[in-house]
């Protein structure tokens, strides 16, 4: 029997994940760092990256679990980061559900069977078990396999809202007019749509936490199209019954982008940690939410065009909103951008490693 309780080094070593500096933060505990990740960590801004995807397509890379999981990891590795997301997109579980998806070069995701009136809503099949993603599930456990032990691993999937907005668009949109107007129009048809997006991806991400993932991250990318009284009344109910399907003992990463006006409304449809975009002063949002959430964020991925100087002062500042509370996952408010210079993105890491330690 040990004396006294183990040092904390002691446990570093004996649970390298459980108490690495993410899963601190996601649970709200002090970290020796601020840990950061960064959406998008692994794309086309990375030569690595584009060196793969110079041989294959982006679906096929995506259903590659040799080649997701080298992507994985090799963007973890170069960039120093303290998580690894999985390599795959939000639209993979429109295939298996009956939709027929196409990365259009130059263009980005099309659907070519939209779901344009109430009918439509019953060819969508809900996922009746995880494996027809079978692949993404393997790329989880080869990814674990090959991550450092103390490296945490995101899942993901999309939001209900926005993989809704796809199905209905067939693609991306600027208003999201076709999909906001079923939903006002078509509201049970709607509201049995989102049901099957929601009954699926709990799924889903169930399977991607039983073959290895640490956290998963809900992508609500477009909600922040919505004011408050059409979240509540749209979305809100859905978000809900995905997080109590989700495994508890996994937390829950909620993103979206233009959610100032959205941020309560999220925060009680369930999630252990709440993504801020760079719109909101991070101190205020957090203060909105209250304590008993975590945040991630919320530089804008535009500041890492600009030098060095300017990205450490706008990093700086992130951290000193956080103010050292426990709980705070540096992160940019949206994905890294395809022509951001790699150098930039791990001096980024290293500022805010070396900057936090001293906030701490
Ligand atoms: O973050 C990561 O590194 C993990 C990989 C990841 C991708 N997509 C790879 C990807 C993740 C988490 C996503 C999520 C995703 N996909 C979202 C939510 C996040 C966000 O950006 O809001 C959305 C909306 C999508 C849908 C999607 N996939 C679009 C609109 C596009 C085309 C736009 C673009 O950036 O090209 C994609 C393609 C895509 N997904 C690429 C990557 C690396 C680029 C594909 C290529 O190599 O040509």
Redesign the pocket.
């Known amino acids: 029997m040990p004396e006294s309780a183990p040092s904390q080094e002691h446990t570093r070593v004996l649970y390298p994940l459980w108490n690495s500096p993410f899963l601190k933060a996601c649970r709200r505990e002090r970290a020796e760092v601020t840990p950061i990740w960064?959406?998008?960590?692994?794309?086309?801004y990375m030569a690595e990256?584009r060196a793969i995807?110079s041989k294959v397509s982006?679906l096929e890379?995506?259903k590659r679990p040799d080649l997701a999981a080298e992507?994985?990891v090799t963007?973890a590795d170069v960039l120093g980061v303290d998580a690894a997301?999985?390599?795959?997109?939000?639209?993979l579980i429109l295939e298996p559900m009956g939709f027929d998806l196409e990365?259009a070069?130059g263009e980005?995701?099309i659907i070519h069977n939209p779901v344009r009136e109430a009918g439509h809503v019953d060819r969508v099949r809900p996922l009746q078990d995880p494996f027809p993603l079978n692949f993404v599930y393997e790329a989880v456990r080869s990814i674990r396999a090959a991550l450092k032990p103390a490296t945490p691993l995101i899942g993901?999937a999309?939001a209900p809202f926005?993989l809704a907005c796809?199905a209905i668009e067939g693609g991306?949109s600027r208003h999201y007019e076709t999909a906001k107007a079923f939903m006002y129009r078509d509201t049970g048809a709607w509201n049995a749509l989102m049901t099957r997006f929601v009954d699926s991806t709990a799924l889903y991400l169930n399977a991607q936490i039983a073959a290895g993932a640490q956290v998963v991250?809900i992508?609500d990318?477009?909600v922040g199209t919505l004011g408050p009284e059409d979240y509540r009344r749209f979305v809100q109910p859905h978000m809900a019954r995905l997080f109590a399907e989700l495994d508890p003992a996994v937390p829950a990463i909620q993103?979206g982008?233009d959610t100032g006006s959205l941020l309560e409304l999220q925060r009680d449809a369930g999630g252990s940690v709440i993504g801020l975009d760079w719109r909101v002063d991070l101190a205020r949002s957090w203060k909105r939410l209250g304590s008993q959430v975590a945040v991630q964020g919320n530089l804008d991925p535009v500041v890492l065009f600009a030098d060095l100087p300017e990205i450490e002062r706008q990093a700086r500042r992130i951290l000193e909103q956080a103010g050292g509370r426990p709980g705070h996952i540096f992160n940019l408010g949206?994905?890294?951008l395809?022509q951001t210079p790699v150098d930039h993105v791990r001096a980024l890491v290293d500022m805010v490693h070396n900057l936090s330690q001293s906030t701490h």
């Open positions: 960064l959406m998008r960590q692994a794309g086309r990256y995807r982006f890379l995506c992507v994985t963007a997301i999985l390599f795959a997109d939000i639209l990365f070069k980005g995701p993901f999309g926005t796809y991306g991250q992508f990318s477009w993103f982008t949206h994905g890294i395809p």
